[in-house]
């Protein structure tokens, strides 16, 4: 038997271990790539997503737990692009029932960026079908990475440098970090999204608040904010984040 070795680990830094996790389609599939282009391509639907329990199947009137719901779709993207709406559940991918989130991006991780993917989305008590092209998710220039994690820059750009880089984080938000000038490595960090399932939510941060601080020591570039968030999620289990709005800052 042969197996691919995967390290399990959360972006938070969280140890889980190790397993035989890929499968061999997948792990051809990244072999392919990296022996054609150097690099893996990875395609991007666009979405942030969530499992449907019995609870939410209830709330929005399924009748019966299946799908993954689409809890989130990113502007401009493959899936805002082609009818993909806030709400859908994806009740398959090609014909391949999704009934989990890892499901759903296994699907997606199986193709390439530019092929078209059908969707059969159940909305509003109707199954109808829609059909995106996937676009290309992109890693940041190398300066800008952690660890070498994957992070994904805006797709609307054909730049080396676009001067935005989005990351999600583990507590259940994504950042936008916007370059201050052209020149400068100094980044405005604000909140582009939050699940309104995660831990962020419920403590109370939003979509449009500015990060100030995290434990009192202010950032001001993406690396900064993820060492400081998970040294003290090791350390303490929690982490004070200060925040701006529009007119006055908080603390969270």
Do not use: C
């Amino acid at each position: 038997m042969i197996g691919v070795n995967t390290a399990i680990a959360s972006q938070s830094g969280t140890y889980q271990g190790y397993g035989f996790a890929v499968p061999s389609n997948l792990a051809l599939k990244v072999a392919t790539d990296i022996i054609e282009y150097g690099e893996v391509h990875r395609a991007l639907l666009g979405v942030n997503i969530a499992a449907i329990d019995f609870e939410r199947a209830n709330q929005i009137g399924m009748g019966k737990i299946q799908g993954v719901e689409i809890v989130r779709v990113m502007t401009d993207g493959a899936a805002d692009r082609y009818g993909v709406k806030e709400g859908d559940v994806v009740l398959n991918v090609n014909g391949q029932p999704v009934n989990e989130t890892n499901e759903l991006q296994e699907q997606i991780a199986l193709m390439r960026p530019g092929q078209r993917v059908k969707l059969l989305i159940w909305r509003d008590g109707y199954n109808i079908e829609k059909t995106v092209k996937l676009m290309m998710a992109t890693p940041v220039p190398k300066e800008l990475a952690y660890n070498e994690e994957p992070i994904f820059k805006d797709q609307n750009s054909n730049q080396e440098n676009y001067g935005v880089v989005f990351y999600d984080f583990d507590l259940g938000f994504r950042i936008m970090a916007l370059a201050k000038d052209e020149k400068s490595k100094k980044f405005a960090l604000l909140v582009s999204y939050v699940n309104k399932y995660s831990e962020a939510w419920n403590r109370g941060l939003r979509e449009g608040q500015k990060i100030i601080s995290i434990n009192e020591v202010s950032v001001e570039d993406v690396v900064t904010l993820k060492d400081l968030i998970n040294k003290s999620i090791h350390t303490s289990g929690s982490v004070s984040i200060k925040i701006e709005n529009q007119d006055y800052a908080i603390g969270y």
